[in-house]
């Protein structure tokens, strides 16, 4: 029995951005699974009319420069279109339509009560009065997605300040723009040291328990991880995340811990140096000990094999190193097949990598074939160039996996010849 409605990444995605701006969500369900990157994700693609006018950007932008969730978008966006033509001359540091809804990003856990109510002053009239949060103004004056991170984490004082904002999307007399978004992120079960929320707190969300499927973390890995690490956790889906109760103080892998080993990998140029000793000791401090040496070995195996990147570049070296026997040759030829489908989901081939690829297609068995079209499907600008190239070598595949199908006719016996009958001699 569950105890809210469990979807998957796309499915949560896809729920969240057609609730109105009124109602209040959550995202539930255990570390590293990625549910911030979940509302940044949402928060790119809510797309708000005011943001189309450049005076209201900057203003916007002024206003949000020193939020970390406001920055964190921007780089996001810039790292996927810094050479896009559409935004050359666009100032790096302002807000534009395409980037969706910027984000106010706070830590509950982090925060005492003032740090939500306001410091109090002195009124006119002798009273006490609160002077709001900067971060909260922000969100009355611009549409904005406020994240709410770690709820259930927080201080009671904290916790309950939160309920105007979710109902009512109002907190000591200031109005959240009606564009603005309440969003809230919480870690549950045995494992956490969290406080459970009453129906009353609950009942101001509409809550979905996040349960990310594999093929979520391959869609966002392929996009943002290197080749081998995807390959890795294709191949060995139980190191993606530790399930059930691990021992006390055990460094267990999890989705966010292989995001960041990736980064730290690829920072310390390890994958290009994977007989360096360093490359275990950063995996096993990030991931665990099982998982790293799995990986490493994996790694180290990958390094003096054949690659995507290793085809595209000379496939006429590549197929020197292939075994000569047909059935490992065969093999061979469906492994490598695998790591290209891989890879060109997520690029775009070169002028020179498409003469590449065609030879590639040509040598290939009649199977793999049909797997390496199947590939240049996931993107146009691959098909379409790459495909009348190719094309008379998928209808030769065709012919041979057609005759390779076909019934075999029976031989017909040869007719018996007749038999004389004898006459007896009298």
């Given at each position: ?8 990444i ?10 109105s701006?009124?109602r ?9 699974i ?12 809510l ?18 420069a020193?939020?970390?969730?406001f920055?964190k978008a ?36 982090q925060?005492t009560?003032?740090d ?17 949060v ?13 994240f ?45 040291d ?16 996040l349960?990310?499927?594999v093929?979520?973390w391959l869609d966002w ?15 060995n ?32 140029g ?8 360093t ?30 990147v290793d ?11 292939l075994?000569?026997e047909?059935?490992?040759?065969n093999a ?11 890879y060109?989901?997520?690029?775009t ?18 199977e ?10 996931q993107?146009?600008?691959n098909l379409?160039?790459v ?6 070598y998928?209808v ?10 076909a019934?075999?006719?029976?031989v ?15």
């Amino acid at each position: 029995m569950t105890s809210a409605l469990t979807l998957d990444i796309k499915t949560t995605k896809a729920l969240f951005t057609k609730f109105s701006s009124k109602r209040a969500t959550m995202l539930r369900g255990a570390h590293g699974i990625g549910k911030s990157e979940v509302v940044y994700q949402i928060a790119s693609v809510l797309c708000n009319d005011l943001y189309r006018d450049r005076g209201f950007c900057e203003r916007a932008s002024a206003a949000l420069a020193n939020d970390s969730g406001f920055r964190k978008a921007l780089k996001t966006f810039w790292l996927k279109n810094a050479t896009n033509p559409v935004y050359e001359g666009y100032p790096r540091n302002v807000w534009h339509y395409d980037m969706g809804t910027p984000i106010v990003e706070r830590r509950l856990s982090q925060m005492t009560e003032g740090d939500i109510t306001g410091i109090p002053f002195e009124g006119n009239r002798g009273g006490t009065v609160f002077r709001a949060v900067e971060w909260l103004l922000t969100c009355c004056e611009f549409p904005c997605v406020l994240f709410l991170d770690e709820l259930n984490r927080a201080i009671k004082g904290v916790e309950q300040a939160t309920f105007q904002l979710a109902d009512s999307k109002a907190f000591d007399g200031n109005l959240l723009h009606d564009g603005t978004r309440v969003m809230v992120a919480v870690n549950i079960g045995d494992a956490y040291d969290v406080q459970p929320m009453d129906p009353a707190a609950l009942s101001r969300y509409a809550v979905v328990d996040l349960e990310p499927t594999v093929q979520d973390w391959l869609d966002w890995a392929r996009i943002n991880c290197n080749e081998a690490l995807v390959e890795f956790i294709f191949s060995n889906e139980r190191f993606l995340e530790f399930k059930g109760m691990a021992e006390p103080n055990t460094k267990t892998p999890d989705r966010r811990a292989w995001g960041n080993l990736d980064s730290e990998l690829t920072f310390c140029g390890l994958y290009t140096d994977t007989a360096n000793p360093t490359f275990y000791h950063m995996c096993a401090s990030m991931v665990g000990t099982e998982a790293a040496a799995k990986f490493w070995t994996f790694v180290k195996e990958r390094a003096n094999d054949i690659s995507a990147v290793d085809v595209l570049a000379s496939w006429s070296d590549c197929s020197k190193r292939l075994p000569r026997e047909d059935v490992k040759r065969n093999a061979k030829f469906v492994d490598i097949m695998g790591k290209v489908n891989h890879y060109l989901a997520s690029h775009t081939l070169s002028v020179p990598e498409r003469a590449e690829y065609v030879k590639f297609f040509k040598d290939s068995p009649a199977e793999v074939r049909f797997t390496a079209w199947k590939a240049l499907g996931q993107n146009l600008e691959n098909l379409l160039p790459v495909h009348p190239l190719v094309k008379e070598y998928l209808v030769e595949s065709t012919t041979i996996t057609q005759a390779k199908a076909a019934p075999v006719a029976p031989v017909a016996a040869a007719p018996a010849a007749p038999v004389k009958a004898r006459t007896r001699k009298r």
